[in-house]
């Protein structure tokens, strides 16, 4: 079993649409938590990061984290044709002696039809 | 623009031989991480260096080696190339140490053939 569970996808909504993009994961030490986008043969781009449980918001992006399920989200609210990437979810462990490492889920393919 | 830089941004080469790729993080950013990402394993953490010195190491061959230079950018040299290390290779770097956010270069595709 990976530590991060992602849905593949691919997720295919049209534009307008509120999309809902998860991960599940299995370590219970993680606590710190990111979104990150990529466009084809382009690096990964951080959209949120959280530390521990909570929601985040950032413009048309919501967050969320809920550590007792070992669970996070990311919301997209309307969702538009250049939000169309693959999305990774990724986290790290926190605690002194840990690294900045980060384990990462396989991502989730997105297309936003017009 | 994520303010990291990789070269080069394609490789092409043959199995057996060496290729050296190159890192420089944000300005500011003392942590150099290292990833590989191809279709079947997704992203896969290999090393990081923090301020020079190696921190952590993740599923990294013993084909691969990596060093942070004093001006704190990155190589990553990989020898003995076999067909299966055809994959995009990211540098990432941040500010420290754990939970800090990590800002991803462009990648460097390499291709072995």
């Given at each position: 079993?990976?530590?991060?569970?992602?849905?593949?996808?691919?997720?295919?909504?049209?534009?307008?649409?509120?999309?809902?993009?998860?991960?599940?994961?299995?370590?219970?030490?993680?606590?710190?938590?990111?979104?990150?986008?990529?466009?084809?043969?382009?690096?990964?781009?951080?959209?949120?990061?959280?530390?521990?449980?909570?929601?985040?918001?950032?413009?048309?992006?919501?967050?969320?984290?809920?550590?007792?399920?070992?669970?996070?989200?990311?919301?997209?609210?309307?969702?538009?044709?250049?939000?169309?990437?693959?999305?990774?979810?990724?986290?790290?462990?926190?605690?002194?002696?840990?690294?900045?490492?980060?384990?990462?889920?396989?991502?989730?393919?997105?297309?936003v039809?017009? | 623009?994520?303010g990291?830089?990789?070269?080069?941004?394609?490789l092409?080469?043959?199995?057996?031989?060496?290729?050296?790729?190159?890192?420089?993080?944000?300005?500011?950013?003392?942590?150099?991480?290292?990833?590989?990402q191809?279709?079947?394993?997704?992203?896969?953490?290999?090393?990081?260096?923090?301020?020079?010195?190696?921190?952590?190491?993740g599923?990294?061959?013993?084909?691969?080696?990596a060093?942070?230079?004093?001006?704190?950018?990155?190589?990553?040299?990989?020898?003995?190339?076999?067909?299966?290390?055809?994959?995009?290779y990211f540098?990432?770097?941040?500010?420290?140490?754990?939970?800090?956010?990590?800002?991803?270069?462009?990648?460097?595709?390499?291709?072995?053939?």
């Open positions: 079993q990976k530590e991060v569970e992602q849905d593949p996808g691919p997720l295919s909504v049209p534009e307008g649409a509120i999309v809902s993009l998860n991960c599940t994961y299995s370590n219970s030490a993680f606590q710190y938590f990111m979104w990150y986008r990529q466009y084809s043969r382009k690096g990964p781009e951080l959209l949120m990061y959280t530390y521990s449980s909570g929601n985040k918001e950032d413009g048309r992006f919501t967050a969320q984290v809920d550590k007792s399920s070992k669970y996070i989200s990311l919301f997209i609210r309307d969702s538009q044709p250049s939000d169309s990437a693959t999305y990774l979810c990724a986290m790290g462990q926190g605690g002194s002696g840990n690294t900045g490492k980060l384990i990462f889920g396989q991502g989730t393919t997105l297309q039809k017009p | 623009d994520s990291v830089t990789q070269t080069p941004k394609h092409i080469t043959a199995t057996g031989q060496r290729v050296t790729l190159r890192c420089s993080p944000r300005s500011g950013d003392l942590s150099v991480y290292w990833y590989q191809s279709l079947d394993q997704g992203l896969q953490f290999l090393i990081q260096y923090y301020n020079g010195e190696e921190r952590a190491k599923n990294i061959l013993e084909r691969f080696s060093q942070q230079f004093p001006d704190l950018h990155s190589e990553l040299n990989l020898s003995s190339l076999e067909l299966g290390d055809s994959a995009l540098c990432a770097s941040s500010g420290g140490g754990y939970g800090q956010p990590q800002h991803f270069g462009d990648g460097t595709r390499l291709s072995i053939l």
